[in-house]
């Protein structure tokens, strides 16, 4: 089970730090992910991270203004965002493969949390 919290309400150029802690299983050797869902639009990729933490892929809406990161001990992955635009509204996933390598499609991975909102206000 997959828990994501740290969504809210901040205004553009805000910063906000959402989290993700599995339960009931490690995730620790597994690459664990980020969508959104936009109001009335499809989910989408947002970023990316392997199993050992050591790569990372990212959307280019995402690049240089979000940074995904795991700590496997604590069976957690964050995504830390920054200068956030009103576009970045949306409700947030994270979700876990089950093998090590990273993918930006949603249909690789198995397991997925309920969600966060953010809102970003202009």
């Known amino acids: 089970q997959l828990q994501a919290s740290g969504g809210g309400l901040v205004q553009a150029g805000g910063s906000l730090r959402l989290s993700c802690v599995a339960s009931g299983r490690t995730f620790g050797p597994y690459a664990m992910g980020w969508f959104r869902q936009p109001p009335g639009e499809e989910r989408e990729f947002v970023a990316t991270i392997s199993g050992s933490g050591f790569s990372t892929y990212y959307a280019d809406s995402a690049k240089g203004r979000f940074t995904i990161s795991r700590d496997n001990a604590k069976n957690t992955v964050s995504l830390q965002m920054v200068n956030l635009k009103p576009e970045d509204t949306a409700v947030y996933y994270c979700?876990?493969?089950?093998?090590?390598?990273?993918?930006?499609?949603?249909?690789?991975?198995?397991?997925w949390g309920q969600g966060t909102l953010v809102t970003v206000s202009s």
């Open positions: 979700a876990a493969r089950g093998t090590p390598s990273w993918s930006d499609y949603a249909q690789a991975y198995g397991y």
